[in-house]
């Protein structure tokens, strides 16, 4: 079924023959071909594996003590983890663009994309996808354990679930944000098997929360989307999941995915680090900056990568960052100073002439 998917897809992402532009040809004023491969892997798109930061930090936050105790042995293994993750994350964006080609056509910017515009061949990106797969696997299996391989297997079949025929979660209203954010825990994984031996896992409840924050993220990508292609009927041909989501729906799909994530890291940050919970303030405030951000008229002229570029937004998720390290590695429990999770006794005092 996934090789019938692929097949029927790939035929329709083939443009019209008065559209198709020689592979190598320079002509002129067209950008060189390689080029245009080198768009379809969308390597500015790497930036989202700073999110398999995350993992390291968990790791190095939970068990000291079972990663590499060398300073430039963890500084090295953070690097070489990257770098499966994006082979198979620019893989998994040329599957998007050859079978989004038909869709996308339909959208009012990304039809001048190289696949849909004509601009490369088909058999020549599905055997670049083909070598970026193995080279980020043999890679992984040469730098890591099974649990950093499991991990980027489901980085892999993530991007085939959600884009292949007959599943493609892409065209499902809710699902589409589910399986999209899945990406998160995934490169939580990532961050923390690259540090830690196979047989340990990462607590369920940061992994949810970490789920739920991708969640919160997409939805509003979701949103600006929705609002920034204006025609209903085009908007449905585009995306099928935009034919059942509305703008309320989305608006409140985004605040039940926030409310899920605090509720998450809540619960590990009681268990784990109860320092941290002095920076939820500054959590809230960013996620409010955030849907702000979604929810304004700007953002509906807008392109939705546009959002998380907001330097609002960046500042916000900065700040809250360094206040979390700060916290995190505080040695001082500032929750029992503070009897934040505890009454605090107060010893009555007698009178001296009552005594006795």
Same mark, same amino acid.
């Given at each position: ?5 692929? /097949? ?5 992402? %083939?443009?019209? =023959?008065?559209?198709?532009? =020689? ?21 500015? +798109? ?17 068990? #000291?003590?079972?990663? #590499? ?7 090295? %293994?953070?690097?070489?983890? !990257?770098?499966? /993750? ?33 601009? @490369? ?12 797969? @193995? ?17 980027? /297997?489901?980085? !892999? ?8 025929? #007959?599943?493609?979660?892409?065209? %499902? ?29 990462? #607590? ?10 991708? =969640? ?5 990508? %979701? ?60 959590? @809230? ?6 849907? +702000?951000? =979604? ?26 960052? /360094? ?14 100073? !503070? ?18």
């Amino acid at each position: 079924m996934f090789i019938v998917g692929v /097949a029927d897809f790939a035929s329709r992402a %083939r443009p019209p =023959a008065r559209e198709t532009v =020689a592979c190598f040809a320079i002509a002129e004023g067209k950008t060189p071909a390689m080029i245009e491969y080198v768009k379809v892997l969308r390597i500015d +798109h790497w930036l989202k594996n700073i999110f398999i930061f995350f993992g390291h930090l968990v790791a190095l936050a939970l068990l #000291p003590t079972e990663v #590499p105790q060398n300073a430039a042995t963890i500084v090295l %293994r953070i690097f070489l983890s !990257l770098i499966p /993750a994006c082979l198979v994350a620019s893989a998994n964006y040329v599957i998007n663009e050859i079978l989004d080609a038909p869709f996308d056509r339909m959208h009012p910017t990304k039809r001048f994309r190289p696949v849909p515009s004509g601009k @490369v061949k088909l058999s020549v990106l599905w055997t670049l996808m083909g070598v970026l797969v @193995v080279v980020a696997f043999v890679l992984a299996a040469l730098w890591f354990n099974a649990g950093y391989l499991v991990a980027l /297997a489901l980085l !892999l079949v993530s991007g085939i679930a959600y884009n292949v025929e #007959p599943v493609r979660l892409k065209d %499902r209203a809710y699902l589409d944000v589910v399986a999209e954010s899945f990406n998160n825990p995934v490169r939580l994984w990532l961050g923390w098997y690259a540090l830690l031996p196979s047989h340990y896992y990462p #607590p369920l409840s940061i992994v949810l929360a970490w789920w739920f924050f991708g =969640a919160l993220l997409m939805a509003g990508k %979701r949103y600006a989307e929705f609002r920034f292609i204006g025609d209903a009927r085009r908007r449905g041909d585009y995306r099928r999941s935009f034919r059942v989501y509305t703008e309320r729906s989305l608006i409140l799909s985004m605040v039940t995915y926030a409310n899920f994530f605090c509720f998450c890291m809540g619960i590990a940050i009681a268990v784990y680090r109860p320092n941290l919970v002095f920076v939820f303030p500054l959590i @809230v405030v960013a996620i409010c900056v955030y849907l +702000h951000r =979604a929810m304004s008229e700007e953002s509906a002229k807008l392109e939705p990568e546009h959002l998380l570029k907001s330097p609002l937004v960046i500042a916000c998720t900065m700040i809250v960052v /360094a206040v979390s390290a700060l916290l995190a590695w505080t040695k001082a429990d500032l929750t029992k100073s !503070l009897h934040l999770f505890e009454g605090m006794q107060v010893q009555e005092k007698t009178s001296p002439a009552l005594d006795g």
